[in-house]
């Protein structure tokens, strides 16, 4: 089944201990992004890749790394989370990075620092 | 790169149909427009896509008028199962950075 898998699905820390969320994709997909969604604010995009690579921040970036070592795979590590960082992430990936080439959203990861 | 508005929420009723509309005064050229539903606790999932005109599928119809500055979506029918948050995505070729409204959150009341 064609899909993005993201790990875990849940999540709870504390400030400063370094984590990392999963995001894989079986669909052969250039682009693929990371965003983060809180109450009102609709979603906002971490980082996104065009390619193995190629990576770039978005909108939210502080906080946050990411690495592009192959197609499929593309991990969000927060190096030093904060309380501020609590909030549901979604990995998404598509075709290629263009107008008519929908996003795929995985699940989603709700974390919890505290 | 094209920021979108859209109703914060609206209401409606089984059966009725309903129409969200978006608005993208700076949209490019090149900028295809999309449409995502997403219910709690899951990621958003594609519904329509179009450029110009009409475009309908088997869930929604999607109408964007000769200046593209707006775009509409309408669900004929909506039943209690519509009650989620669509969003709506300007996207143009090699875009890298993708700027999501809030979205609006549709309520179906029975």
């Known amino acids: 089944e064609a899909q993005v898998t993201q790990n875990p699905r849940y999540l709870i820390t504390v400030t400063g201990k370094k984590l990392t969320v999963t995001c894989s994709q079986n669909?052969?997909?250039?682009?693929m992004s990371w965003y983060r969604q809180d109450p009102g604010l609709g979603l906002r995009q971490i980082y996104y890749s065009m390619n193995v690579e190629v990576t770039d921040k978005g909108d939210v970036p502080e906080g946050y790394k990411v690495s592009r070592k192959e197609k499929r795979n593309f991990p969000l590590i927060l190096e030093s989370p904060s309380p501020n960082q609590t909030s549901l992430y979604f990995c998404?990936?598509?075709?290629?990075?263009?107008?008519?080439?929908?996003?795929?959203f995985g699940n989603g990861t709700r974390l919890t620092v505290t | 790169l094209a920021k979108t508005t859209q109703p914060i929420s609206m209401d409606s009723y089984e059966g009725q149909e309903v129409n969200i509309t978006c608005s993208h005064n700076n949209i490019a050229t090149n900028d295809y427009i999309t449409w995502y539903q997403q219910f709690p606790s899951q990621g958003p999932r594609f519904i329509i896509q179009g450029y110009k005109t009409k475009v309908t599928n088997e869930v929604a119809s999607l109408f964007i008028p000769a200046d593209r500055k707006s775009s509409t979506l309408s669900l004929p029918r909506v039943s209690l199962s519509d009650t989620a948050v669509y969003y709506c995505?300007?996207?143009?070729?090699?875009?890298?950075?993708?700027?999501f409204g809030t979205g609006t959150r549709l309520q179906v009341f029975p």
């Open positions: 998404a990936s598509s075709p290629e990075p263009q107008g008519n080439s929908p996003l795929h």
């Open positions: 669909m052969n997909h250039e682009y």
């Open positions: 995505l300007a996207r143009s070729y090699n875009t890298d950075k993708l700027i």
